[in-house]
Protein backbone atom coordinates (compact mmCIF):
# COMPACT_ATOMS: atom_id res chain seq x y z
CA UNK A 1 0.00 0.00 0.00
CA UNK A 2 1.28 3.49 -0.97
CA UNK A 3 1.36 6.59 1.31
CA UNK A 4 1.71 10.01 0.58
CA UNK A 5 4.40 12.64 1.63
CA UNK A 6 2.26 13.76 4.09
CA UNK A 7 2.17 10.63 5.96
CA UNK A 8 -1.68 9.50 5.10
CA UNK A 9 -2.57 6.60 2.73
CA UNK A 10 -2.79 7.46 -1.18
CA UNK A 11 -6.27 7.69 -3.26
CA UNK A 12 -5.19 4.27 -4.60
CA UNK A 13 -5.19 2.92 -1.20
CA UNK A 14 -8.10 4.54 -0.02
CA UNK A 15 -10.30 1.57 -1.96
CA UNK A 16 -8.67 -0.97 -0.53
CA UNK A 17 -8.86 0.11 2.67
CA UNK A 18 -12.28 0.36 2.56
CA UNK A 19 -12.45 -3.52 0.99
CA UNK A 20 -10.49 -4.89 3.48
CA UNK A 21 -12.58 -2.83 6.68
CA UNK A 22 -15.38 -4.46 5.23
CA UNK A 23 -14.13 -7.73 4.38
CA UNK A 24 -12.97 -7.69 8.55
CA UNK A 25 -15.95 -6.67 9.50
CA UNK A 26 -18.10 -9.32 7.62
CA UNK A 27 -16.11 -12.15 8.64
CA UNK A 28 -16.83 -11.79 12.15
CA UNK A 29 -13.24 -10.28 12.81
CA UNK A 30 -14.66 -7.25 14.90
CA UNK A 31 -17.76 -8.56 16.90
CA UNK A 32 -15.55 -11.13 17.79
CA UNK A 33 -13.11 -8.15 19.51
CA UNK A 34 -15.76 -6.26 20.39
CA UNK A 35 -17.03 -9.50 22.54
CA UNK A 36 -14.01 -8.78 24.57
CA UNK A 37 -13.80 -5.67 26.23
CA UNK A 38 -12.49 -6.54 29.89
CA UNK A 39 -9.63 -8.52 27.64
CA UNK A 40 -8.90 -5.33 25.06
CA UNK A 41 -8.59 -3.14 28.16
CA UNK A 42 -6.04 -5.88 29.61
CA UNK A 43 -6.59 -7.53 33.27
CA UNK A 44 -7.21 -5.72 36.52
CA UNK A 45 -4.03 -6.27 38.73
CA UNK A 46 -5.19 -6.25 42.22
CA UNK A 47 -2.83 -6.44 45.25
CA UNK A 48 -3.12 -9.20 47.69
CA UNK A 49 -2.39 -7.72 50.77
CA UNK A 50 -2.94 -4.09 51.79
CA UNK A 51 0.79 -3.10 53.10
CA UNK A 52 3.68 -5.20 53.08
CA UNK A 53 3.06 -9.09 52.80
CA UNK A 54 3.32 -10.96 56.49
CA UNK A 55 7.18 -12.40 56.11
CA UNK A 56 8.17 -10.36 53.37
CA UNK A 57 9.18 -7.03 55.91
CA UNK A 58 12.85 -5.63 54.73
CA UNK A 59 12.75 -7.80 51.44
CA UNK A 60 13.57 -5.60 48.40
CA UNK A 61 13.09 -7.20 44.87
CA UNK A 62 12.67 -5.62 41.36
CA UNK A 63 9.23 -7.52 39.85
CA UNK A 64 10.72 -9.00 36.20
CA UNK A 65 8.83 -10.32 33.53
CA UNK A 66 11.09 -11.74 31.12
CA UNK A 67 9.76 -13.36 27.47
CA UNK A 68 10.84 -16.39 26.43
CA UNK A 69 8.95 -16.99 23.18
CA UNK A 70 9.88 -15.16 19.75
CA UNK A 71 6.41 -15.60 18.54
CA UNK A 72 4.38 -13.01 19.57
CA UNK A 73 1.13 -14.39 18.73
CA UNK A 74 2.09 -17.54 21.53
CA UNK A 75 3.67 -15.45 24.49
CA UNK A 76 5.59 -17.35 27.18
CA UNK A 77 6.71 -15.14 30.09
CA UNK A 78 7.40 -15.63 33.52
CA UNK A 79 7.90 -13.31 36.23
CA UNK A 80 9.42 -13.49 39.67
CA UNK A 81 11.16 -10.92 42.08
CA UNK A 82 7.59 -10.34 43.62
CA UNK A 83 7.35 -8.82 46.62
CA UNK A 84 3.75 -7.66 46.59
CA UNK A 85 1.79 -10.54 45.05
CA UNK A 86 -1.30 -10.09 43.40
CA UNK A 87 -4.10 -11.15 40.87
CA UNK A 88 -4.69 -10.97 37.78
CA UNK A 89 -8.34 -10.86 36.88
CA UNK A 90 -10.42 -12.24 33.66
CA UNK A 91 -13.55 -11.77 33.63
CA UNK A 92 -15.67 -13.24 30.40
CA UNK A 93 -18.28 -11.16 28.95
CA UNK A 94 -20.52 -13.96 30.01
CA UNK A 95 -19.72 -15.05 33.43
CA UNK A 96 -22.04 -18.08 34.98
CA UNK A 97 -21.54 -17.01 38.73
CA UNK A 98 -18.24 -19.31 39.65
CA UNK A 99 -14.81 -18.63 39.49
CA UNK A 100 -11.24 -19.89 39.82
CA UNK A 101 -8.02 -19.10 41.21
CA UNK A 102 -5.72 -20.23 39.07
CA UNK A 103 -1.87 -21.01 40.21
CA UNK A 104 0.79 -21.31 37.45
CA UNK A 105 3.73 -23.51 37.72
CA UNK A 106 7.58 -22.53 37.63
CA UNK A 107 8.99 -24.50 40.16
CA UNK A 108 8.88 -22.40 43.03
CA UNK A 109 11.77 -20.02 41.19
CA UNK A 110 9.37 -18.31 38.82
CA UNK A 111 5.86 -17.85 38.05
CA UNK A 112 4.89 -19.15 34.25
CA UNK A 113 1.92 -17.14 33.54
CA UNK A 114 0.79 -17.56 29.68
CA UNK A 115 0.84 -21.71 29.13
CA UNK A 116 -0.84 -21.89 33.05
CA UNK A 117 -2.49 -18.72 32.98
CA UNK A 118 -3.60 -16.85 29.61
CA UNK A 119 -4.02 -19.80 27.95
CA UNK A 120 -6.57 -20.76 29.99
CA UNK A 121 -8.86 -17.52 29.38
CA UNK A 122 -10.39 -18.54 25.97
CA UNK A 123 -11.87 -22.03 27.31
CA UNK A 124 -12.21 -21.43 30.88
CA UNK A 125 -13.58 -17.65 30.97
CA UNK A 126 -14.73 -17.19 26.91
CA UNK A 127 -15.97 -19.97 26.90
CA UNK A 128 -17.43 -22.00 30.32
CA UNK A 129 -17.68 -18.58 31.93
CA UNK A 130 -15.60 -18.31 34.98
CA UNK A 131 -13.97 -15.30 35.87
CA UNK A 132 -10.39 -16.38 36.22
CA UNK A 133 -8.30 -14.62 39.35
CA UNK A 134 -4.32 -16.11 38.10
CA UNK A 135 -1.88 -15.76 41.11
CA UNK A 136 0.95 -13.94 41.14
CA UNK A 137 2.51 -15.04 44.27
CA UNK A 138 5.86 -14.73 45.96
CA UNK A 139 8.81 -17.49 45.22
CA UNK A 140 10.05 -19.14 48.72
CA UNK A 141 13.76 -18.80 47.69
CA UNK A 142 13.67 -14.48 47.46
CA UNK A 143 14.22 -13.93 51.26
CA UNK A 144 10.82 -14.11 52.41
CA UNK A 145 10.55 -15.25 56.40
CA UNK A 146 9.17 -18.46 56.39
CA UNK A 147 10.13 -19.09 53.55
CA UNK A 148 8.12 -22.42 52.63
CA UNK A 149 4.60 -21.32 54.08
CA UNK A 150 4.89 -17.74 51.68
CA UNK A 151 3.25 -19.14 48.89
CA UNK A 152 -0.12 -21.03 50.94
CA UNK A 153 -0.08 -17.43 52.74
CA UNK A 154 -0.82 -15.84 49.48
CA UNK A 155 -3.09 -18.95 47.91
CA UNK A 156 -5.15 -18.50 51.45
CA UNK A 157 -5.26 -14.64 51.69
CA UNK A 158 -6.22 -14.81 47.32
CA UNK A 159 -8.79 -17.31 48.37
CA UNK A 160 -10.24 -15.09 51.33
CA UNK A 161 -10.03 -11.74 48.64
CA UNK A 162 -11.67 -12.75 45.91
CA UNK A 163 -14.44 -14.57 48.67
CA UNK A 164 -14.79 -11.10 50.75
CA UNK A 165 -15.14 -9.07 47.18
CA UNK A 166 -17.50 -11.62 45.19
CA UNK A 167 -20.26 -8.77 44.93
CA UNK A 168 -17.98 -6.61 43.34
CA UNK A 169 -16.99 -9.45 40.45
CA UNK A 170 -20.67 -10.61 40.27
CA UNK A 171 -19.37 -14.04 41.62
CA UNK A 172 -21.39 -17.02 44.20
CA UNK A 173 -18.36 -17.27 46.55
CA UNK A 174 -19.32 -20.82 47.93
CA UNK A 175 -18.55 -21.85 43.94
CA UNK A 176 -14.86 -20.20 44.14
CA UNK A 177 -12.34 -23.09 43.30
CA UNK A 178 -8.69 -23.50 42.84
CA UNK A 179 -6.54 -24.80 39.61
CA UNK A 180 -2.70 -25.48 39.76
CA UNK A 181 -0.09 -26.41 37.72
CA UNK A 182 3.24 -27.95 38.72
CA UNK A 183 4.84 -26.52 41.38
CA UNK A 184 1.58 -24.30 41.40
CA UNK A 185 -0.39 -27.65 41.96
CA UNK A 186 2.31 -27.72 44.97
CA UNK A 187 0.32 -24.59 46.26
CA UNK A 188 -3.35 -25.47 44.97
CA UNK A 189 -2.99 -28.91 46.86
CA UNK A 190 -1.51 -27.15 50.11
CA UNK A 191 -4.72 -24.86 49.71
CA UNK A 192 -6.82 -27.56 49.32
CA UNK A 193 -5.46 -29.80 52.58
CA UNK A 194 -4.35 -26.70 54.80
CA UNK A 195 -6.69 -24.41 54.25
CA UNK A 196 -7.30 -24.03 57.80
CA UNK A 197 -4.07 -23.71 58.87
CA UNK A 198 -2.84 -20.33 60.37
CA UNK A 199 0.09 -19.28 58.20
CA UNK A 200 0.04 -15.78 58.56
CA UNK A 201 -1.68 -13.52 61.35
CA UNK A 202 -5.14 -11.55 59.91
CA UNK A 203 -4.93 -8.24 58.55
CA UNK A 204 -7.86 -7.10 57.90
CA UNK A 205 -11.41 -8.44 57.65
CA UNK A 206 -10.88 -10.28 54.28
CA UNK A 207 -9.64 -12.73 56.66
CA UNK A 208 -12.30 -13.87 58.18
CA UNK A 209 -13.44 -15.51 55.16
CA UNK A 210 -13.21 -19.41 54.78
CA UNK A 211 -9.82 -20.42 52.48
CA UNK A 212 -11.00 -23.78 51.73
CA UNK A 213 -11.79 -24.12 47.69
CA UNK A 214 -14.89 -25.44 46.57
CA UNK A 215 -13.06 -28.29 44.35
CA UNK A 216 -9.32 -28.59 43.51
CA UNK A 217 -7.97 -29.05 40.13
CA UNK A 218 -4.83 -30.46 39.91
CA UNK A 219 -2.60 -30.79 36.74
CA UNK A 220 0.65 -32.45 36.95
CA UNK A 221 1.29 -31.54 40.48
CA UNK A 222 4.15 -31.42 42.49
CA UNK A 223 3.05 -33.39 45.73
CA UNK A 224 5.56 -35.53 47.14
CA UNK A 225 9.16 -34.14 48.45
CA UNK A 226 10.55 -36.97 48.90
CA UNK A 227 11.36 -40.39 46.55
CA UNK A 228 9.09 -38.84 43.91
CA UNK A 229 10.00 -35.27 44.01
CA UNK A 230 10.44 -32.72 41.64
CA UNK A 231 14.17 -31.79 42.99
CA UNK A 232 14.31 -28.05 42.21
CA UNK A 233 10.63 -27.72 43.96
CA UNK A 234 11.61 -29.46 46.47
CA UNK A 235 14.94 -27.04 46.93
CA UNK A 236 13.73 -24.24 46.44
CA UNK A 237 10.60 -24.95 49.06
CA UNK A 238 12.64 -26.67 51.65
CA UNK A 239 16.40 -26.04 51.10
CA UNK A 240 19.52 -28.17 50.02
CA UNK A 241 18.83 -30.67 53.25
CA UNK A 242 15.43 -30.88 54.48
CA UNK A 243 15.18 -33.29 57.69
CA UNK A 244 12.23 -36.18 57.68
CA UNK A 245 10.19 -34.26 59.39
CA UNK A 246 9.93 -31.24 56.94
CA UNK A 247 9.88 -33.98 53.92
CA UNK A 248 6.75 -35.35 55.41
CA UNK A 249 5.13 -32.59 56.49
CA UNK A 250 5.47 -31.11 52.66
CA UNK A 251 4.36 -34.21 50.88
CA UNK A 252 1.00 -33.44 50.86
CA UNK A 253 -0.60 -37.19 50.30
CA UNK A 254 -0.15 -36.67 54.03
CA UNK A 255 -1.88 -33.64 54.79
CA UNK A 256 -5.12 -35.29 53.24
CA UNK A 257 -8.39 -34.94 55.87
CA UNK A 258 -11.89 -35.06 55.87
CA UNK A 259 -11.99 -31.30 55.05
CA UNK A 260 -10.21 -31.78 51.60
CA UNK A 261 -12.27 -30.80 48.82
CA UNK A 262 -13.31 -32.62 45.25
CA UNK A 263 -10.30 -33.24 43.80
CA UNK A 264 -9.93 -33.90 39.88
CA UNK A 265 -6.20 -34.49 39.05
CA UNK A 266 -4.43 -34.67 35.42
CA UNK A 267 -1.55 -36.02 34.35
CA UNK A 268 1.02 -37.71 31.80
CA UNK A 269 2.30 -40.84 32.41
CA UNK A 270 5.72 -39.78 30.54
CA UNK A 271 6.62 -36.70 32.56
CA UNK A 272 9.78 -36.79 32.69
CA UNK A 273 10.02 -33.52 35.42
CA UNK A 274 7.06 -34.50 38.15
CA UNK A 275 6.51 -37.59 38.02
CA UNK A 276 3.28 -39.56 37.47
CA UNK A 277 3.61 -41.16 41.22
CA UNK A 278 3.02 -37.18 42.22
CA UNK A 279 -0.53 -37.64 41.36
CA UNK A 280 -0.97 -41.38 42.23
CA UNK A 281 0.15 -41.13 45.87
CA UNK A 282 -2.64 -38.22 45.99
CA UNK A 283 -5.20 -40.22 44.47
CA UNK A 284 -4.45 -43.10 47.05
CA UNK A 285 -4.83 -40.41 49.94
CA UNK A 286 -8.12 -38.96 48.99
CA UNK A 287 -9.51 -43.14 47.97
CA UNK A 288 -8.49 -43.61 52.29
CA UNK A 289 -10.14 -40.76 53.49
CA UNK A 290 -13.14 -41.15 51.03
CA UNK A 291 -12.99 -37.86 49.17
CA UNK A 292 -14.80 -37.32 45.83
CA UNK A 293 -12.27 -37.67 43.53
CA UNK A 294 -11.83 -38.02 39.61
CA UNK A 295 -8.30 -39.20 37.99
CA UNK A 296 -7.67 -38.85 34.55
CA UNK A 297 -4.05 -40.13 33.38
CA UNK A 298 -2.74 -40.12 29.96
CA UNK A 299 -0.25 -41.81 28.14
CA UNK A 300 1.64 -39.24 26.23
CA UNK A 301 1.41 -35.65 26.97
CA UNK A 302 5.05 -34.69 29.10
CA UNK A 303 5.17 -31.73 31.10
CA UNK A 304 3.91 -28.05 31.02
CA UNK A 305 1.47 -28.22 28.23
CA UNK A 306 -0.81 -25.85 30.05
CA UNK A 307 -3.57 -24.60 28.03
CA UNK A 308 -2.32 -24.83 24.81
CA UNK A 309 0.79 -27.62 24.34
CA UNK A 310 -1.96 -30.63 24.33
CA UNK A 311 -2.38 -32.72 21.77
CA UNK A 312 -4.83 -35.77 21.20
CA UNK A 313 -7.47 -36.32 23.15
CA UNK A 314 -5.17 -34.81 26.24
CA UNK A 315 -6.51 -31.55 24.24
CA UNK A 316 -9.95 -32.27 25.57
CA UNK A 317 -9.04 -31.49 29.27
CA UNK A 318 -10.56 -28.43 29.72
CA UNK A 319 -13.82 -29.77 28.47
CA UNK A 320 -13.56 -32.79 31.59
CA UNK A 321 -12.33 -30.13 34.35
CA UNK A 322 -15.38 -27.52 33.08
CA UNK A 323 -17.62 -30.23 33.23
CA UNK A 324 -16.50 -31.79 36.40
CA UNK A 325 -16.83 -28.60 38.43
CA UNK A 326 -19.63 -27.34 37.39
CA UNK A 327 -21.03 -30.29 39.14
CA UNK A 328 -19.34 -30.00 42.43
CA UNK A 329 -20.02 -26.26 42.40
CA UNK A 330 -23.59 -25.57 41.52
CA UNK A 331 -24.55 -22.18 42.03
CA UNK A 332 -27.94 -21.68 43.66
CA UNK A 333 -30.90 -22.22 41.45
CA UNK A 334 -28.90 -24.67 38.97
CA UNK A 335 -29.80 -27.78 40.36
CA UNK A 336 -30.79 -29.08 37.09
CA UNK A 337 -27.17 -27.96 35.00
CA UNK A 338 -25.08 -30.91 34.38
Known amino acids: MRRSRRGGLSAMGVPFVRRALRAWCLGGVLPGLLALPALAAGPARVPLWPDVPPGSEGVVLEERTVERSDDPALPDRFVDGIARPFLRVYRPQRPDGRAL ?32 FVLYYRLPGEGH ?159 GFGGRGAHGTLALWPRLAVAWFRAHAPLPGAATEE
Open 101 to 132: LVVPGGGYQRVVVDKEGTALVPAFAEEAGLTL
Open 145 to 303: RGAADVPLADAQRAMRLVRHRAAEWGIDPASVGVMGFSAGGHVAASLATRHAEPVYAPVDEADAEDARPAYAVLVYPVIDMGTHTHPGSRERLLGPMPDPEQVARYSLHHRVGADTPPVFLLHAQDDDVVPVENTLLFEAALRRAGIEHETHLYARGGH
